[in-house]
């Protein structure tokens, strides 16, 4: 999690709902209306860089009041969760958020949510093993002995339907075990001719 | 509901497609100035609320002050991050083709080439898809590297880490590259012709596109 690091970056961007707990006249614009003031009470969804500091910033007020308060995002919403508790495989997770695990490691960061950690662990040792072993059909390494270009040709429904809802850290680690099968069947090849 | 950060983050998902991409794409040169112009913005706007304070601003006194400074700051770091993040994308990139031994001429051609331009690089220069900055870089980086790898007259950094199976190979010339001397005399590379030469000579020529391996 690098400061240059571009998946860091656009992991920040993702949206949280947050309710503000201050009457703030210059922000009306965050809601849409510009010349308003921005009401105690208004919900408004904000960018986890905005949203994070807003919530655990000290206002100076005597109660410990922050600015802001967060709720979890849709994406770690208990419709989820339950999907996720009945078979973590069949979730695809990119339809919640490209990055989703980022997005809940963020969320674990700022609130504990003991069972939604645990589900969420669960969930990618889970899709991990499922991801090794899509890695190592695709391109042909087990079969189809040219399989040069690696393309996702390879590969049948149920397989694709799952790649696709690979989040962006499930992708790199999809891509990371393609590469290593390829390149260890590449060495294996190359043994063998000298 | 555009805010401040948007075009920041638009600059970021440039830098993400860059990364998979094996030639740099045009320099933004719009959105750059577009995101510091938000920042100068936000900055004037954090000035004019702090004058009426005459630097005494107490944020526990006046909450709602408090709060829309720490968003414009925050709006500014956020900016601050998204424009390194995409520059330091494009620098990494600018160093690998140095290493790689493209020039800055080839990259022009490959950008004429392409046609994907979206517009905002054509106007910095002859369209090239490096800002006049970038360019700058580019040849110095270039500068540096040769002069360290002067170091070693015998070792070519920059050579390929693959052994070779043989020491001569076929080769034939893809575009006129002139003469070159090698151990065993000149020989004219002109276009379309065939040679039978020794690969320590000609790596050079091939990973630049002049010559092309065959066999």
């Known amino acids: 999690m690098s400061y240059y690091d571009i998946d860091s970056i656009l992991t920040d961007a993702e949206k949280i709902p947050c309710t503000f707990q201050v009457d703030i006249p210059d922000l009306g614009y965050l809601d849409n209306t510009p010349t308003q003031p921005l009401k105690a009470g208004t919900k408004v969804s904000l960018p986890l860089?905005?949203?994070?500091?807003?919530?655990?910033?000290?206002?100076?007020?005597?109660?410990?009041?922050?600015?802001v308060t967060f709720d979890l995002p849709a994406a770690l919403g208990n419709d989820v969760v339950q999907a996720l508790k009945a078979d973590p495989r069949a979730v695809p997770l990119r339809d919640q958020s490209a990055h989703f695990y980022g997005l809940a490691t963020h969320m674990m960061e700022l609130s504990e949510e003991q069972e939604l950690a645990a589900v969420l662990r669960k969930t990618f040792v889970a899709r991990a093993a499922e991801v090794a072993l899509h890695a190592r059909k695709v391109g042909g390494v087990g079969h189809k002995g040219k399989g040069e270009e690696g393309s996702n040709l390879g590969i049948g429904g149920a397989g694709e339907?799952?790649?696709?809802g690979l989040d962006e850290w499930e992708r790199k680690l999809f891509r990371k075990a393609h590469d290593g099968a390829k390149a260890g069947k590449e060495w294996m090849e190359g043994v063998k001719k000298h | 509901m555009p805010?401040?950060?948007?075009?920041?983050?638009?600059?970021?998902?440039?830098?993400?497609?860059?990364?998979?991409?094996?030639h740099l794409p045009p320099y933004q040169t719009e959105l750059v100035r577009a995101v510091t112009r938000?920042?100068?913005?936000?900055?004037?706007?954090?000035?004019?609320?702090?004058?009426p304070f005459q630097g005494s601003f107490d944020p526990s006194a006046d909450q709602a002050t408090a709060c829309t400074l720490l968003v414009n700051h925050l709006s500014m770091r956020r900016n601050k991050r998204c424009l390194l993040a995409y520059h330091r994308t494009r620098t990494d990139k600018l160093e690998e083709l140095v290493w790689s031994g493209s020039d800055?001429?080839?990259l022009a051609g490959q950008q004429a080439g392409g046609g994907n331009g979206a517009g905002a690089a054509v106007d910095s220069g002859g369209g090239s898809s490096l800002s006049p900055q970038e360019e700058d870089y580019f040849r110095q980086y270039g500068?540096?590297?040769a002069a360290y790898k002067g170091q070693w007259t015998d070792v070519d950094l920059t050579g390929s880490l693959e052994p070779?199976?043989?020491?001569?190979?076929?080769v034939r010339v893809l575009k006129d590259a002139g003469e070159i001397q090698t151990e065993y005399g000149a020989i004219n590379l002109t276009k379309n012709s065939q040679f039978y030469?020794?690969?320590?000579d000609v790596e050079r020529l091939i990973a630049q596109g002049y010559l092309q391996k065959l066999g």
């Open chain 1, 49 to 67: 860089w905005l949203a994070e500091m807003l919530a655990i910033a000290n206002t100076g007020d005597i109660e410990g009041k922050s600015f």
């Open chain 1, 161 to 164: 339907e799952f790649l696709r």
């Open chain 2, 3 to 22: 805010m401040y950060g948007d075009l920041g983050n638009k600059l970021v998902q440039h830098a993400k497609r860059t990364q998979n991409l094996t």
């Open chain 2, 38 to 51: 938000e920042v100068r913005d936000l900055d004037k706007d954090v000035a004019s609320l702090l004058e």
């Open chain 2, 104 to 106: 800055v001429l080839d």
């Open chain 2, 143 to 145: 500068d540096l590297l």
């Open chain 2, 164 to 170: 070779p199976r043989d020491l001569f190979i076929d």
């Open chain 2, 197 to 200: 030469v020794r690969q320590g």
